[in-house]
């Protein structure tokens, strides 16, 4: 454990981001589980909302820094793949 006040603070700070960092990515992830479900389903009309909404979760994510851009370009590929898997 640190002694310096500093590095005290920084340790609870990047716990903190480490939180926030994990929403962002457990969103994603339930969402990506979602849109899986609504393809399985054969619902058009809930995949599209699905898809729409998976895509905003992941550009937030991309935003605040909780995924990279590559990451988050990647799984937006693999959100249209599934998309069109249902069409």
Not at 58 to 80: F, M, T, W, Y
């Amino acid at each position: 454990m640190a002694n310096i006040a500093s590095q005290l603070k920084r340790i609870k700070r990047s716990e903190r981001e480490r939180q926030q960092n994990r929403v962002y990515t457990s969103q994603v992830k339930t969402y990506f589980r979602r849109l899986s479900a609504a393809v399985e389903a054969g619902d058009a009309e809930a995949v599209e909302a699905e898809h729409r909404r998976l895509e905003s979760r992941i550009d937030r994510a991309v935003g605040c820094g909780a995924l990279h851009r590559n990451s988050g370009a990647r799984k937006k590929s693999q959100a249209a793949r599934l998309r069109a898997q249902a069409r």
